[in-house]
């Protein structure tokens, strides 16, 4: 049945690398807010450009109704030689008790959310990872142990930007500065209606990196570094 999956936090703190992650969230009360027309997107095309016209790597991890519901953007995520694609799970539901206000997963439909996950991102190709971030990083023992089978690594992060509900980006750009060092995995946010400032934040976030001689490199490079 495999082992408990390995949980990472960050890479070796050697060197000048660190991973830019944007987890794409997608539960049905987002659809729900799609359909009913209350928010125009939960995907941020800012975003995508701006990591395009800088040539900037960048690992997402895709919830399987976000894929579903943008499949021409996920296909331009798996096009870019310089962006990883990693797991999400199906539709953003906790996988531990008392995880935010998120519903839960049914403890037997643990292993199927993620496999099933996997089966959506997959036919994109491009950079395809065993990565897995569990919604909102709650996970227990119970949790690793559903996902043992399917071979892969559990992604937290060591820099949390705080970009959901942000309504302003400054703190974003300090969150990250403050915290950022060689080996980070900083976590961010591509869906734009939950999390409007982060493409504001952005260009602040990778000049400040600069500034401090770190580069960001695909979540692969920065955990084998
Ligand atoms: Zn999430």
Redo the contacts with the bound molecule.
């Keep these: 049945m495999g082992s408990r999956p390995p949980v990472v936090d960050h890479g070796p703190r050697t060197g000048n690398r660190v991973a830019l992650t944007f987890?794409?969230?997608m539960t049905d009360g987002m659809l729900g807010n799609l359909r009913a027309g209350r928010v125009k997107s939960y995907a941020n095309l800012r975003i995508l450009d701006l990591l395009e016209r800088e040539q900037v790597p960048a690992t997402f991890?895709l919830?399987g109704k976000w894929v579903e519901q943008y499949p021409d953007l996920t296909r331009r995520i798996a096009d870019n030689p310089r962006f990883e694609l990693a797991n999400?799970?199906y539709g953003?539901l906790a996988f531990t008790a008392n995880c935010y206000d998120l519903p839960r997963v049914p403890a037997k439909g643990m292993t199927d959310d993620v496999a099933k996950t996997f089966q959506v991102i997959t036919p994109y190709g491009g950079r395809q990872t065993r990565y897995f971030?569990?919604?909102?990083l709650c996970h227990d023992a119970a949790a690793l142990d559903a996902l043992a089978p399917l071979g892969l690594t559990v992604v937290d992060g060591d820099v949390v930007s705080g970009d959901?509900f942000a309504t302003s980006w400054k703190p974003l750009v300090r969150a990250v500065l403050d915290n950022v060092r060689p080996g980070s995995i900083v976590i961010m946010?591509v869906?734009e209606a939950n999390a409007a400032m982060t493409d504001e934040a952005l260009p602040h976030i990778l000049a400040g990196l600069r500034e401090r001689g770190l580069v960001p490199a695909p979540l692969s490079e920065v955990l084998t570094a």
């Design positions: 987890d794409a969230d991890f919830t999400h799970t953003h971030r569990f919604p909102g959901p946010h869906t």
